[in-house]
């Protein structure tokens, strides 16, 4: 029954009054009076107290506390230099479900109080945007995301679902393959590094094949516009 407010007086003449409760019975008021004329009498299994407060026991409300991917994570380059290491994570445009897989408190009543945010932080710039997720009112203990931006292929991301604070609740750290997946990001990296930062544009060298056309414009992009070309062999 819906908490109601009362005001005014409540009274009640009878001969007898005769009250039986299983559990406890609780009689709330700033001032309450019982006057009888015959026996007052009181029976309580574990006692009867009169005149002390018993502070009442709230219900923690219940947050999410893990969740896990229900899709198959799928293999990739480690990026780290090694060219053999492996790497577990997600592919460009492939869709992948996650689950909150436990709660602090129980299911809550309704599950579309809970809320999804996919954050990422620009490790170039260091600018954090806390959510790109195309639909960022999605809510519900499952949801499916398709990996469809380039832009973030090579980057780790973080998979947050929450109640109440995303800051404190469930989080997943997520790493997104290269569009090549078994390129190693870091060997590519360093290539780069050596061609457009270095002033060596003369590493591409293609003398002797067929795209020794191709290797001259690149050489010539490299040497002249070192940022440009950078993010182009990135794209």
């Known amino acids: ?13 009878a001969k ?7 559990g ?3 009689a709330e008021s700033r001032y309450t009076r019982n ?8 029976n309580g299994g574990s006692g009867v107290n009169n005149g002390n407060n018993r502070a009442r026991t709230s219900i923690e409300e219940t947050r999410v506390k893990t969740i896990e991917c229900i899709t198959e994570l799928d293999d990739g380059a480690a990026n780290d230099g090694s060219v053999t290491g492996i790497k577990k994570g997600i592919l460009y445009n492939k869709s992948y479900t996650f689950q909150v897989k436990e709660f602090t408190n129980g299911e809550p009543k309704n599950p579309n109080s809970v809320k999804w945010a996919l954050s990422y932080t620009d490790p170039e710039t260091n600018q954090y945007t806390e959510n790109i997720l195309v639909n960022k009112n999605f809510t519900g203990k499952q949801i499916s995301i398709n990996f469809g931006s380039t832009g973030y292929c090579g980057r780790d991301l973080e998979l947050k679902a929450y109640i109440s604070e995303a800051s404190s609740e469930g989080k997943l750290p ?3 393959h290269n569009r090549f997946r078994w390129f190693d990001g870091k060997v590519i990296d360093d290539e780069l590094k050596l061609r457009a930062d270095d002033g060596k544009p003369w590493l591409i060298n293609q003398s002797g094949t067929s795209l020794c056309g191709m290797a001259c414009i690149f050489y ?4 002249e516009q070192s940022v440009q070309y950078k993010q182009f062999a990135k794209e």
């Open 16 to 22: 007898n009054i005769t009250g039986n409760a299983s």
């Open 35 to 42: 006057t009888a004329g015959g026996k007052h009498v009181q």
């Open 220 to 223: 010539l992009f490299a040497k």
């Open 174 to 176: 997520v790493f997104m």
């Open 24 to 26: 406890g019975i609780l």
């Open 1 to 13: 029954m819906a908490e109601q407010s009362k005001t005014g007086q409540i009274r009640i003449f």
